[in-house]
């Protein structure tokens, strides 16, 4: 049966990805030693406050430089699924992301949120909450710092197990996310009862908005949506001024791209936020 298995995933790989079996094993050896020789690291995508344009949290994105090429997210969380490392992984994005924010808010940024990305590998793991409080423990990091993005296709699974689970993490302090929404089928009715707190457009449709005349009715029926279920909504991958301008008229409150920064690093975060945030007052 797992050969069956292997031998589909083989086809499937082959067809849709220009992938093969050789390569994608080999890709699984390297990532591994790649995060054994600490050559992963994280960086932050500002998240902002279209109204008064500060930065209120960020993004984690795992990023790997193997031999000075980069190598997407894209292309290697898929292997990291595959070969169960995500869950190593996983742990350790999570523990980076706790670090931060405790290093933030000994600088004076106490309410700053760091958004981490959680695979439904990780996600469907028995231990997952108890992997959760003991990294908020061990790192002492305020939960209400910390948001775990989920995509859609994820909110839409085994409704009973999944609205639990979101209730225990939802208990910690801990905020949810649906990621890349619009992408997905779920129904009005199914996110009711989901605890969660927050949408993210996917950027296909922000990136649509200036593109039609009706380009802009998906981002507004998300905004419409966020606001009847008394949800936060942020845009992804926000590129240019008309963009921000048009989704800050729809009632859009978070936004995230290029437009108001990359991806940072650690010390690169530190000094961007100089110019772009206040520190709260003690
Ligand atoms: P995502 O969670 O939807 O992340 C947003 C992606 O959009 C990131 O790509 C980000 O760099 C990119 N982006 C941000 N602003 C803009 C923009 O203005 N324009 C454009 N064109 N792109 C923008 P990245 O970092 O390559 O990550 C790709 C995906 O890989 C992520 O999509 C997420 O699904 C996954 N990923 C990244 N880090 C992790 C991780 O630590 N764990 C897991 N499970 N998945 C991760
Ligand atoms: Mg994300
Ligand atoms: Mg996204
Ligand atoms: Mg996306």
């Known amino acids: 049966r797992a050969k069956l298995q292997q031998r589909a995933g083989h086809l499937y790989f082959s067809r849709s990805m220009g992938i093969d079996i050789s390569e994608r094993v080999n890709m699984m050896h390297a990532l591994r030693e790649a995060f054994e020789e600490r050559q992963l690291?994280?960086?932050?995508?500002?998240?902002?406050?279209?109204?008064?344009?500060?930065?209120?949290?960020?993004?984690?994105?795992?990023?790997?430089?193997?031999?000075?090429?980069?190598?997407?997210?894209?292309?290697?969380?898929?292997?990291?699924?595959?070969?169960?490392?995500i869950i190593e992984l996983g742990e350790w994005v999570l523990r980076q992301a706790c670090l931060e924010t405790v290093r933030l808010k000994r600088r004076g940024f106490d309410h700053f949120m760091i958004s981490i990305n959680v695979s439904q590998v990780q996600f469907r793991h028995p231990q997952f909450l108890s992997m959760l409080?003991?990294?908020?423990?061990?790192?002492?990091?305020?939960?209400?710092?910390?948001?775990?993005?989920?995509?859609?296709?994820?909110?839409?699974?085994?409704?009973?197990?999944?609205?639990?689970?979101?209730?225990?993490?939802?208990?910690?302090?801990?905020?949810?996310?649906?990621?890349?929404?619009?992408?997905?089928?779920?129904?009005?009715?199914?996110?009711?009862?989901?605890?969660?707190?927050?949408?993210?457009?996917?950027?296909?449709?922000?990136?649509?908005?200036?593109?039609?005349?009706?380009?802009?009715?998906?981002?507004?029926?998300?905004?419409?949506?966020?606001?009847?279920?008394?949800?936060?909504?942020?845009?992804?991958?926000?590129?240019?001024?008309?963009?921000?301008?048009?989704?800050?008229?729809l009632g859009c409150a978070y936004g995230q791209g290029y437009l108001y920064a990359m991806p940072l690093t650690s010390d690169e975060l530190d000094e961007w936020l100089q110019q772009h945030a206040q520190p709260a007052p003690h």
């Open 133 to 249: 409080k003991r990294t908020l423990s061990d790192t002492e990091a305020s939960p209400h710092c910390i948001e775990l993005e989920i995509t859609e296709s994820m909110a839409m699974e085994d409704p009973d197990a999944l609205t639990a689970l979101l209730n225990q993490i939802t208990a910690t302090g801990v905020s949810i996310a649906i990621d890349d929404f619009g992408t997905g089928f779920s129904s009005m009715s199914h996110l009711q009862k989901l605890n969660v707190d927050r949408l993210k457009i996917d950027r296909a449709f922000v990136t649509e908005i200036t593109e039609s005349a009706r380009g802009s009715s998906i981002a507004e029926a998300i905004i419409q949506l966020g606001r009847n279920l008394d949800l936060d909504v942020i845009a992804e991958g926000v590129e240019n001024e008309r963009q921000a301008t048009i989704l800050s008229e």
């Open 41 to 85: 690291y994280v960086v932050y995508q500002p998240q902002i406050d279209m109204l008064t344009r500060t930065a209120v949290g960020a993004e984690a994105l795992l990023r790997w430089c193997n031999e000075g090429v980069m190598i997407s997210p894209a292309r290697f969380i898929p292997i990291a699924e595959y070969s169960g490392l």
